[in-house]
T-cell receptor
Framework: KQEVTQIPAALSVPEGENLVLNCSFT??????LQWFRQDPGKGLTSLLL?????REQTSGRLNASLDKSSGRSTLYIAASQPGDSATYLC???????????FGQGTTLQVKP | NAGVMQNPRHLVRRRGQEARLRCSPM?????VYWYRQLPEEGLKFMVY????????ESGMPKERFSAEFPKEGPSILRIQQVVRGDSAAYFC?????????????FGEGSWLTVV
């Protein structure tokens, strides 16, 4: 059974800290991995997509890495801001049908 | 370029009624996905469609649920004879290509409440 696990479930940090969110997956035949943020009552906003042939992707203060051998992806957020407060979800693209298997998310609070 | 548009945003139905949720993908996108987010649960895949074709419906409940993406018009997720357990947020997403390069863009969701 394919599973995606995100640790920690919740995280609270002071503004300005660098932080790492973790995502573990069990499917070695991963196609891609996508990170999203979700604000309360809202849809998901795509942050970064890493294809299985790639090791990392960067966008602004965000950097996502992918290690297929260990079944892990990390999302690194530099110089966190209160506006980064949200739930972060990782979705594993598994199989060639395009569907994503999601973790339960990490809820991040950045305190001013 | 408008994003993925879903309507209605909020829908209240009585048990036994039908719910129809509509999704217009981003312009130029021919791949549509439906996901469901139940209270206290994660986001679960339901179905993946391309124009006029269902590619993967492995996450769809066997009864009462159906989805279509016609040649013209939006994708429709239809739930017949709704029950309280169907209360959830239903998200539509779209991409312009299939995997592995398919960045998936989500809509704002349709919140279904069954009373």
């Amino acid at each position: 059974k394919q599973e995606v696990t995100q640790i920690p479930a919740a995280l609270s940090v002071p503004e300005g800290e660098n932080l790492v969110l973790n995502c573990s997956f069990t499917d070695s035949a991963i196609y891609n991995l996508q990170w999203f943020r979700q604000d309360p009552g809202k849809g998901l906003t795509s942050l970064l997509l890493i294809q299985s042939s790639q090791r990392e992707q960067t966008s602004g203060r965000l950097n996502a890495s992918l290690d297929k051998s260990s079944g892990r992806s990390t999302l690194y957020i530099a110089a966190s801001q209160p506006g980064d407060s949200a739930t972060y979800l990782c979705g594993e693209g598994s199989g060639n049908t395009g569907k994503l298997i999601f973790g339960q998310g990490t809820t991040l609070q950045v305190k001013p | 370029n408008a994003g993925v548009m879903q309507n209605p945003r909020h829908l209240v139905r009585r048990r036994g009624q039908e719910a129809r949720l509509r999704c217009s993908p981003m312009k130029g996108h021919s791949h549509v996905y439906w996901y469901r987010q139940l209270p206290e649960e994660g986001l679960k895949f339901m179905v993946y469609l391309q124009k006029e074709n269902i590619i993967d419906e492995s996450g769809m409940p066997k009864e009462r649920f159906s989805a279509e993406f016609p040649k013209e018009g939006p994708s429709i997720l239809r739930i017949q004879q709704v029950v309280r357990g169907d209360s959830a947020a239903y998200f539509c997403a779209s991409s312009n290509v299939g995997p592995p390069g398919n960045t998936i863009y989500f809509g704002e969701g349709s919140w279904l409440t069954v009373v």
